[in-house]
Nanobody, 119 residues
């Protein structure tokens, strides 16, 4: 069984920065994709960024240049560095892990960490 635990969220002023972390534990196939998704009140969950175990990254267009996703495979930890934060970035941010092994899909989610951008 896999567990994902996010941390690092909080209150920040517009233009400020936060660094989110996601610690993964359990039986994780070495070839996988980890990512960050967010959900604002009254809106659908959306992809923020994702990174494969071989460090191929993908970002939503409006995140490029402000957010940076990275991972430490040795420690099973995922990060999201968020800079130049805007009020519209306010949301609960969720860590996700996906892998496929022997034809079966595995998809795991953390409980989320809230981010509030406000003056």
């Amino acid at each position: 069984q896999v567990q994902l635990v996010e941390s690092g969220g909080g209150l920040v002023r517009p233009g400020g920065s936060l660094r989110l972390s996601c610690a993964a534990s359990g039986s994780i196939y070495r070839l996988n994709v980890m990512g960050w998704h967010r959900q604002a009140p009254g809106k659908q969950r959306e992809l923020v960024a994702a990174v494969t175990s071989t460090d191929i990254t993908d970002y939503a267009d409006n995140m490029k240049g402000r957010f940076t996703i990275s991972r430490d495979n040795a420690n099973n930890t995922l990060y999201l560095q968020m800079d130049k934060l805007k009020p519209e970035d306010t949301a609960v941010y969720y860590c996700n892990l996906f892998f496929r092994q022997f034809g079966q899909d595995y998809n795991y989610w953390g409980q989320g960490t809230p981010v509030t951008v406000s003056s």
